[in-house]
């Protein structure tokens, strides 16, 4: 079945650097990515669309130039996190529709991403 | 405005015991419901979902749902719990903005004791 493969599983960074969070669609094409953002004992919650082409849409309080989305193909979307803070240490996990579009159908999750800003 | 509660942050269970987490929702229009489960530092596994038709829904390792539109509710069940069953379940509706986004509800830590 389509498996959403998402990397690095563990990230730990210096504060002040970038770190990049790739995600590929394997065996399909994915236009557009969700990407979600765990905080502990939290649920998930939406960040941005990516789509493969366009500009990304990020939901409202989501700082456009800090967290970078580029869609570069149709089974690559990457986050990048610029100039790490301690604050932004989470959990990000990216999803994508199913191949097709069927409207009956679940999305896909990548594994996540453990992200530790020192 | 679409929402999703789980009201129970922790269930404890011993082992070989029923179990079941709580979920309930509103939305407009009719609902598109989802049970995921998440191990610790790993991402969010399919469970099962209610789209339509029958309001038992059975889905992977021996998890069940049952939606019920009168209370709002699809709560997560399973006849027998085991120890490996342990991990945070979240229930999800799919957003009405998009097919595929999902609102969350904040999840459900399951502890099942030996």
């Known amino acids: 079945g389509a498996v959403v493969s998402q990397h690095p599983s563990w990230v730990i960074c210096k504060s002040g650097t970038s770190v990049k969070i790739e995600c590929r669609s394997l065996?399909?094409?994915?236009?557009?990515m969700f990407w979600y953002r765990q905080f502990p004992k939290q649920s998930l919650m939406l960040m941005a669309t990516?789509?493969?082409?366009?500009?990304?849409?990020?939901e409202q309080g989501v700082e456009k130039d800090k967290f970078l989305i580029n869609h570069a193909s149709l089974t690559l979307s990457t986050l990048t996190v610029t100039s790490a803070h301690p604050e932004d240490s989470s959990f990000y996990i990216c999803?994508?529709?199913?191949?097709?579009?069927?409207?009956?159908?679940?999305?896909?999750f990548g594994q996540g991403t453990r992200l530790t800003v020192v | 405005a679409q929402s999703v509660a789980q009201p129970e942050d922790q269930v404890n269970v011993a082992e070989g015991n029923p179990l079941t987490v709580k979920c309930t929702y509103s939305?407009?229009?009719?609902?598109?419901l989802f049970w995921y489960v998440q191990y610790p530092n790993r991402g969010l596994q399919f469970l099962l979902k209610?789209?339509?038709?029958d309001n038992l829904v059975k889905g992977s390792y021996g998890f069940e749902a049952e939606f019920n539109k009168s209370q709002t509710s699809f709560h997560l069940k399973k006849p027998s719990a085991l120890v490996s069953d342990s991990a945070l379940y979240f229930c999800?509706?799919?957003?009405?903005?998009?097919?595929?986004?999902?609102?969350w509800g904040a999840g459900t830590k399951l502890i099942i004791k030996p």
């Open positions: 990516s789509n493969e082409g366009s500009k990304a849409t990020y």
């Open positions: 065996d399909f094409q994915a236009t557009t």
């Open positions: 999803s994508a529709p199913p191949p097709g579009g069927l409207a009956n159908t679940e999305a896909f």
């Open positions: 939305v407009s229009g009719n609902p598109y």
């Open positions: 999800a509706v799919r957003d009405i903005r998009s097919n595929y986004q999902l609102i």
């Open positions: 209610y789209i339509t038709g």
